[in-house]
């Protein structure tokens, strides 16, 4: 998963050549810096791309980006308002419905707040399976079985491995 955002950002970045110099500078090395995982030095070059207010694409990935470096720093408040930024410039991308998800997840927020990011990432990609997992996990918790069943089924079946544990556990077989 971390490799699939991690692509999705980087190629985003790497984007476009009507950006000023500045901000393509910050964006190769926030990418870089992503790679490499050192998020704190990522956030501060997001950070300067979203001050110099680039086009609404760049600022996008600088916004998922940094909510994603937070997150992967344990920053989730910072996160979360990163990623509902993120969303309010573009809410076609089901990576940053995913991961405002599992951020309020880590923040203790309702099971139902999580399927509604969840429905969104789904409606976005449908064979999204990491996703399916997560609302199945989310909807067992908020005391929907028998749905919540049928997603980590689904999590399976479009190969995500992990579910088939959780399948096990919660709803008797795979």
């Known amino acids: ?33 992503l790679e490499l995982g050192d998020y704190q030095s990522a956030i501060n070059d997001f950070s300067s791309i979203i001050r110099l207010q680039p086009e609404y694409e760049m600022l996008y990935q600088a916004h998922f980006g940094r909510g994603y470096a937070q997150f992967q720093l344990g920053e989730y408040e910072e996160a979360k308002t990163d990623f509902d930024r993120a969303i309010r410039i573009y809410a076609n991308d089901a990576e940053v419905f995913f991961w405002r ?6 923040l203790g927020y309702r099971p139902s707040s999580e399927i509604a990011d969840y429905n969104r990432a789904i409606l976005l ?50």
Do not use: W
């Open 1 to 33: 998963m971390k490799v699939i955002l991690l692509s999705l950002i980087i190629a985003t970045l790497g984007m476009g050549t009507t950006h000023s110099q500045t901000v393509n500078d910050f964006a190769r090395m926030a990418k870089a810096k």
């Open 101 to 106: 998800a599992y951020t309020k997840y880590k």
């Open 125 to 174: 990609r449908p064979e999204y399976a990491e996703a399916y997992f997560n609302r199945g996990q989310a909807k067992i918790k908020n005391g929907h079985l028998r749905s919540g069943c049928n997603d980590l089924r689904e999590a399976l079946e479009l190969g995500y491995e992990d579910a088939e544990t959780h399948v096990r556990i919660h709803c008797g077989s795979p």
